[in-house]
């Protein structure tokens, strides 16, 4: 349990950067707390105390703004941002390190009992704020849904899907695709965090650039003098090295 409770901790200090310490997410996040209501809710409502489950969902509904069926399964590392108006179905199922932001719901269209009738997402699926996935579809591993966007019908794995009704705008390949592990799961903006700063990039690119013409500055300096002029230089050389390091850290 206390293994759990860490990883939880450990989930929402690596993927919202607005998390500033550990006993900020312990006292401040509600969908830390729903999560771990929703731990016990779902080991009463698989012992069958029915009753009793939905009463623990509910006590937590009212203190956290988030509504989980004590029936619906929800993986390890799952982080619920913000969480207020969040609804997730009896029949859900969500996968290891998922993100849910606020206003999300997990729902059905139909309302046969016994039936499955709200979404199942994969690992590593990042839900955006607003969004509304209804249906007994899967939602594939690492795949985003847009802000606000409604999905009626399942996603690939690694695909984003936006708008209403939601369309796949891009499906990564394999070699693009990453693991769905928690390192890459800051993608809650879809910012991929393994990718270079385009900032850093431009200063890079400045500073070979000026190593180059330094280089040719250089040269001719020693053209010239090898041609009997006398060039006084007293600045030290570029240490791109250094220049370098100082950007990328
Ligand atoms: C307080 C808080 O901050 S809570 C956190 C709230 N944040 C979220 O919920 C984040 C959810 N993330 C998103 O909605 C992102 O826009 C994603 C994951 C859907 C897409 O991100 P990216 O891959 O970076 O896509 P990008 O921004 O390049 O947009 C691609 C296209 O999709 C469109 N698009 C992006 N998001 C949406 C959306 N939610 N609804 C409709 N269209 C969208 C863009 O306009 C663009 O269209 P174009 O190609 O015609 O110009
Ligand atoms: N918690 C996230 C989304 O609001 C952030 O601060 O960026």
Not at 1 to 6: D, T
Not at 87 to 96: H, L, N, P, Q, R
Not at 138 to 163: C, E, F, M, Q, Y
């Amino acid at each position: 349990m206390f293994k759990n409770i860490r990883e939880d901790i450990a989930c929402i200090l690596e993927r919202d950067p607005a998390a500033r310490s550990k006993l900020e997410v312990m006292t401040c996040y509600p969908g830390l707390h729903a999560i771990m209501a929703h731990r016990l809710a779902h080991r009463l409502w698989n012992a069958q105390f029915y009753w009793l489950g939905r009463f623990v969902s509910h006590l937590s509904r009212i203190l956290t703004g988030i509504e989980i069926h004590p029936g619906a399964k929800i993986g390890r590392r799952v982080f619920i941002d913000h969480g207020f108006g969040v609804v997730i179905g009896e029949t859900a199922e969500i996968g290891d390190d998922c993100t849910i932001y606020q206003g999300v719901t997990l729902g059905g269209t139909r309302l046969y009992k016994g039936a499955k009738r709200h979404p199942t997402l994969g690992k590593g699926v990042v839900v955006g704020a607003g969004a509304q996935v209804l249906g007994g579809f899967l939602v594939g591993d690492g795949a985003r849904i847009g802000s606000n966007a409604v999905v009626v019908k399942p996603v690939p794995a690694h695909a984003t899907a936006v708008g209403n009704p939601a369309r796949v705008i891009e499906k990564e390949t394999e070699a693009q695709s990453t693991p769905a592990t928690p390192a890459i799961l800051n993608i809650a903006y879809a910012v991929d965090p393994g990718a270079a700063d385009p900032l850093n990039k431009v200063l890079n690119e400045l500073i070979t650039h000026v190593a180059r013409q330094d280089a040719r500055i250089s040269n001719l300096c020693q053209s010239l003098e090898a041609m009997g002029s006398k060039i006084q230089d007293a600045s030290p050389p570029l240490d791109t090295q250094k220049l370098s390091k100082l950007v990328d850290e």
